[in-house]
Nanobody
Framework: QVQLVESGGGLVQFGGSLRLSCAAS????????MGWYRQAPGKQRELVAT???????NYADFVKGRFTISRDNAKNTVYLQMNSLKPEDTAVYYC??????????????WGQGTQVTVSS
């Protein structure tokens, strides 16, 4: 089994910054893609950013230039540096990881979510 534990959410003012972390633990062969998604009240979960094991990144248009995703493969951890935060960034942020098990089968896992609230 694989567990993803997120941290770093909280309350911040308009224009502020937060850094989210998500650490994976458990028994697996390798972690492939990792990413961050978010879900605001009354809305569907949406992609924020993803990063491949080799470091190739992909961002949603609404965070380009403000958010940076990175990862540390040795620590099985993915980060999301969020700058210039806006009230519309308020949401629960979820970590996602595509994990390759010892049978060489991929499976996606989700973290429990961390609340980010941006006040105006």
């Amino acid at each position: 089994q694989v567990q993803l534990v997120e941290s770093g959410g909280g309350l911040v003012q308009f224009g502020g910054s937060l850094r989210l972390s998500c650490a994976a633990s458990g028994s697996f062969f390798r972690i492939n893609d990792m990413g961050w998604y978010r879900q605001a009240p009354g809305k569907q979960r949406e992609l924020v950013a993803t990063i491949s094991r080799g470091g190739t990144t992909n961002y949603a248009d609404f965070v380009k230039g403000r958010f940076t995703i990175s990862r540390d493969n040795a620590k099985n951890t993915v980060y999301l540096q969020m700058n210039s935060l806006k009230p519309e960034d308020t949401a629960v942020y979820y970590c996602n990881a595509v994990v390759l098990n010892y049978h060489l089968v991929d499976r996606g896992y989700w973290g429990q979510g961390t609340q980010v609230t941006v006040s105006s």
